[in-house]
């Protein structure tokens, strides 16, 4: 397909993903609802785990995961370059301002920064992530039941198998 018209078509495609999502930013969720309201980002970013809201990774972290999706956590998760560049941008532009930088390195992981393993000291300590139904602290969705809407607040949060304490 010529790469205006392809251009083109995906703009229309994002246009209607965007309006049948626009409950995306949960208004009374308290202080923990992340604006997700990128479709691009939502559809490309959110289909092998849960569209991460940009506010947990600085910029240069988040440069660092769009510059390598190649080779992306075992995965290819490539994109055409105009949508890459589209959610990039996006990203940076609604990027955290905590640095997510260790020892001078962007980290790639919001589940490896300091402020989310204090956030989860507690299930990190019980090892939840053994849990069958966890899996991986990646897994945002397991416990955060409104995580796909950007929603983390305490009262969507439901531990499978039971919060430690
Ligand atoms: C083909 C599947 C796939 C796609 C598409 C994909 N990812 Fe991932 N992503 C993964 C896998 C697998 C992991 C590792 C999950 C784990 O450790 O449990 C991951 C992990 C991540 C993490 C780290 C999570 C953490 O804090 O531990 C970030 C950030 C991330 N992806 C961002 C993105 C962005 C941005 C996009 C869109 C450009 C994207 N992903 C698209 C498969 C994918
Ligand atoms: C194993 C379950 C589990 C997983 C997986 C998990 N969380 Fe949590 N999360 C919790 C629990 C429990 C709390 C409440 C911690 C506390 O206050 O003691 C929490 C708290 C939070 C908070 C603060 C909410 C508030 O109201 O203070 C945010 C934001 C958050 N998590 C984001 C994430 C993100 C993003 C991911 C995925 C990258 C994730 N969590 C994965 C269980 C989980």
Redo the contacts with the bound molecule.
Sequence with gaps: MNPVRNALRLAAMYAIAAATSAHALSAHAGGHAYRLDNAA?RQ??G???VA?PPKL?AAPS?RA??EG?DI??????T?EPAV?RE?ATW?EANAGRRDTSAIGKPL?????TPW?RKEHRREIEAGVQRRPEV?????CGACHTGADRGDYSERGIRVPGGRPR
């Design positions: 980002y490309e970013c289909s092998c785990h991460f990774l988040w995961v769009m999706l992306h956590f075992g995965d290819d998760a994109l890459q959610i990203l790639l992981r919001i589940t490896a989310f899996k991986s602290f990646a897994n």
